[in-house]
């Protein structure tokens, strides 16, 4: 069962599913890519054959040595412990614990509230509210870098928490947000979108890419 090609359900623009096709990158594992477009048909991931894959409708999600992993953090752990070559948490517990709290800032703190689901439930508005939730939680996210960061989010090394960042502020850019306010965001993004990793699993560089998006 482990030696199958790992199968990830992404869609392109799904920040989520981005942040696990880095990490996927980073540890050079390959895998079988299966579209969920979350906009067609009224959204794919609402069927019932995707509903047996994730109950709760929602991309990514890794099969994988034969279990059925959602939620991206627990499938980035998952990776991390079962194949540690190219380290994304790092060994000193502080440092460690400052990865998983920027991570979770961006995972339940800021894109959960901005998500297409929300989104489509804000009408007129949705606009608006989806960079008031960004900005807010930019804000907050800056501070706590400006003491954390090197190169990167914790340091010079790049973790899981680099792996929130970048497509975090993707969507802060789709949703034209005001980025001047955090050069440090700013700083860090431009770094990691340099490195291979961030590159090839870019949104516009994917199977389900629609031409008009394309690199």
């Known amino acids: 069962m482990a030696s199958e090609k790992p199968v990830l359900y992404s869609y392109f623009r799904s920040s989520c599913s981005w942040r696990v096709r880095i990490a996927l990158a980073l540890k050079g594992i ?11 048909d009224g959204g ?19 099969r994988i ?43 339940s703190g800021i894109q959960p509230l901005q998500n297409v689901t929300i989104l489509q439930q804000m009408g007129e508005k949705k606009l608006e509210w989806a960079q008031r939730c960004i900005s807010h939680g930019f804000q907050a996210l800056e501070q706590i870098l400006q003491e954390t960061a090197g190169r990167y989010c914790v340091g010079d090394e790049v973790s899981m928490a680099d792996l929130c960042l970048v497509p ?16 440090t965001i700013i700083r860090i993004n431009k770094a990691l979108l340099e490195l291979e990793a961030f590159h090839t699993s870019h949104p516009s560089r994917q199977p389900d890419t629609p031409p008009e998006l394309r690199a």
């Open 44 to 62: 794919q991931q609402l069927t019932s054959e995707f509903k047996a894959v994730n109950p709760m409708q929602q991309v990514p999600a890794l």
């Open 30 to 40: 390959a895998y079988e890519l299966v579209p969920v477009n979350l906009l067609k």
């Open 65 to 107: 040595d034969g279990v059925t992993l959602s939620q991206s953090l627990a499938i980035i752990e998952y990776l991390e412990e079962t194949r540690p070559n190219t380290r994304i948490l790092p060994q000193d517990p502080k440092k460690r614990a400052q990865v998983r709290m920027i991570s979770d800032h961006i995972a």
């Open 168 to 183: 975090q502020v993707y969507n802060a850019e789709r949703y034209k947000v005001e980025l001047a306010p955090y050069p």
